[in-house]
T-cell receptor
Framework: GQQLNQSPQSMFIQEGEDVSMNCTSS?????WLWYKQDPGEGPVLLIA?????ELTSNGRLTAQFGITRKDSFLNISASIPSDVGIYFC????????????FGKGTKLTVNP | NAGVTQTPKFRVLKTGQSMTLLCAQD?????MYWYRQDPGMGLRLIHY???????AKGEVPDGYNVSRLKKQNFLLGLESAAPSQTSVYFC???????????????FGQGTRLTVV
């Protein structure tokens, strides 16, 4: 099946630092999504990207849809303790019935 | 607006027992999905449905069955539970907007299942 390679698997950072994570694929995707999962909860959407080259921000979060359509990255600036969680990328090839493919997640730990 | 609701939230089964996990969404979404989440494995798709009365296999369908008799409900069944099915199960729903783009998937809070 389709694979998304998400890196890094885990990150340990100090409060105030910036964070960067990315996803790559051997296949082209038409949609890239970034989710965050808090402990004991379901994933919640952070940012949705629909166009190659698109750069979208949501507060301290910025995500980009790679120009080749095979990658995406997520940046978090000035991290705070509540940024702790697992971040997932997800890709979708086209609209309609195409299912989402998820990366394996990046576990973020922020030390105060 | 409840969104996506999963029941039960926790369950312990003995090997060989059967059970059904219920997912209900009140957003009139066409598409519904069942994922399992295991440490280090991310979210893996078990089965999904693109509309009432239709289901399809995902990445890891073995040992599970599903039904979508009503648009708002998506049931996941385990006929004979095995310890390998110990996991956290997530249901999600989504729809296509007028431009034909899929919207993001909305997730339930998960069902933690332990098979002993």
């Amino acid at each position: 099946g389709q694979q998304l390679n998400q890196s890094p698997q885990s990150m340990f950072i100090q409060e105030g630092e910036d964070v960067s994570m990315n996803c790559t694929s051997s296949s082209i995707f038409n949609t890239w999504l970034w989710y965050k999962q808090d402990p004991g909860e379901g994933p919640v959407l952070l940012i949705a990207l629909y166009k190659a080259g698109e750069l979208t921000s949501n507060g301290r979060l910025t995500a980009q849809f790679g120009i080749t359509r095979k990658d995406s990255f997520l940046n978090i600036s000035a991290s705070i303790p509540s940024d702790v969680g697992i971040y997932f990328c997800a890709g979708q090839r086209r609209g309609g019935s195409e299912k989402l493919v998820f990366g394996k997640g990046t576990k973020l730990t922020v030390n105060p | 607006n409840a969104g996506v609701t999963q029941t039960p939230k926790f369950r312990v089964l003995k090997t060989g027992q059967s059970m059904t996990l219920l997912c209900a969404q009140d957003m009139n979404h066409e598409y519904m999905y069942w994922y399992r989440q295991d440490p280090g494995m991310g979210l893996r798709l078990i089965h999904y449905s693109v509309g009432e009365g239709t289901t399809a296999k995902g990445e890891v369908p073995d040992g599970y069955n599903v039904s979508r008799l009503k648009k708002q409900n998506f049931l996941l069944g385990l006929e004979s539970a095995a310890p390998s099915q110990t996991s956290v199960y997530f249901c999600a729903s989504s729809y296509s907007n007028k431009r034909g783009r899929d919207t993001e998937a909305f997730f339930g809070q998960g069902t933690r299942l332990t098979v002993v």
